[in-house]
């Protein structure tokens, strides 16, 4: 979403909200864009997998998997991976990817998530809270499903940036949406985000019972420096995502019931 030459082009004018945010669409197109790019390949998912750290052996639950890079990376890395999408084309691509080995489930964010309470050390929620209006359902849901003392490690748009994307700015102390049409290859998608201010996004986090140790604005990898000269730079003086680890404490309020 931000003007990086490298990144599809960004049209912003209307867009169908109803119609908005259709992965299915344009699911091949998204995920060939994605698998090499600057901001993502080289900026996003190094950062979060750095964040993340060591992950053998622990049951980690990828909440918005997409085509599933990140789900690889960490099962290449020795975690026990679940994904969950609502698109059932980048689910058939993530499938693709990773074969049998990775349990992969249709799954909107705004819905209940079908996983029992505890059933996860860690959930990863990549580039994916920005695309929901109120943070408190999910919130609440994926720490329900995230053991105690396990992590909420999530990256969402940085408010800097979204912020500038539109002109007139809104109250940045508003809740807001903005819509756009995302070309890739000459391929346009309806896209509609949600932006927040930086205390909405802690307060929400804080609400659901998660307790913020990390609050990360990344640097992207030296080895893209050669392959994006140009957008290596730009990237490297200004933010475009910022990252969160949360934890659920180790002992729940209600454990201590009756004591």
């Not at 979060?48 to 992950?55: K, Q, T």
């Not at 689910?91 to 990817?97: E, F, G």
């Amino acid at each position: 979403m931000e003007p990086l030459s490298d990144l599809p082009e960004v049209l912003v004018q209307p867009a169908d909200p109803v119609l908005a945010n259709d992965y299915d669409s344009f699911a091949e197109v998204y995920s060939a864009e994605n698998e090499n790019s600057l901001v993502n390949a080289y900026y996003e998912r190094p950062a979060l997998l750095a964040l993340a750290g060591d992950v053998a052996g622990r049951q980690v639950l990828d909440a918005g998997c997409g085509s599933g890079p990140l789900s690889a990376a960490l099962r290449d890395r020795g975690a026990v991976v679940t994904g969950i999408d609502a698109s059932a084309g980048m689910l058939a691509l993530a499938r693709r990817r990773l074969g049998d080995g990775v349990a992969l489930h249709q799954v909107d964010l705004n819905d209940p998530l079908p996983f029992d309470d505890d059933a996860f050390d860690d959930v990863v929620a990549s580039l994916v809270l920005h695309y929901l209006e109120d943070w408190a359902p999910t919130l609440a849901e994926l720490r329900r499903v995230i053991r105690p003392g396990g992590r909420l490690i999530a990256s969402v748009d940085h408010p800097f940036v979204a912020y500038t994307i539109q002109d007139p700015r809104p109250d940045y102390f508003a809740t807001t949406s903005y819509t756009f049409d995302w070309t890739f290859n000459g391929q346009s998608a309806p896209m509609r985000f949600w932006r927040k201010p930086l205390t909405s996004m802690t307060d929400a986090f804080t609400t659901a019972g998660f307790r913020l140790t990390t609050v990360s604005e990344p640097q992207p990898d030296p080895a893209a420096r050669e392959r994006f000269p140009d957008d290596f730079q730009a990237l490297s003086t200004r933010p475009c995502f910022l990252f969160f680890v949360l934890e659920v404490p180790a002992v729940r309020p209600r454990d201590h019931a009756g004591s």
